[in-house]
Nanobody, 124 residues
């Protein structure tokens, strides 16, 4: 069983930056692929970014490519999402997710564990 706890959300002006963190419990974190998803107000949850078990492979949604960076530190059981050049349309609840596989996926249905979410609000 893996428990995930996100932190780092908040209110930021457009063009600003935030770094989200997701701390995972459990000894098997390093064997899991991890992902970030978000749910904008009134919309469905959507893929943002994902990273493989070693950190050597990543995937991004087109809407965040070049602005967001996902990374992980297996020694700290933590995955990060660095968000730069934020836009008002990035406003959402951001969720961390873990997948019982070495390999990342953009499909939320392929993730087994979810955090409680952290709110990110970008003002114009």
């Amino acid at each position: 069983q893996v428990q995930l706890v996100e932190s780092g959300g908040g209110l930021v002006q457009a063009g600003g930056s935030l770094r989200l963190s997701c701390a995972a419990s459990g000894r098997t974190f390093s064997s899991y692929a991890m992902g970030w998803f978000r749910q904008p107000p009134g919309k469905e949850r959507e893929f943002v970014a994902a990273i493989g078990w070693s950190g050597g492979s990543t995937d991004y949604a087109d809407s965040v490519k070049g602005r967001f960076t996902i990374s992980r530190d297996n020694s700290k059981n933590t995955v990060y999402l660095q968000m730069d050049r934020l836009k008002p349309e990035d406003t959402a609840v951001y969720y961390c997710a873990g997948r019982s596989s070495h390999f990342e996926s953009s499909s939320l249905n392929e993730y087994d564990y979810w955090g409680q979410g952290t709110q990110v609000t970008v003002s114009s």
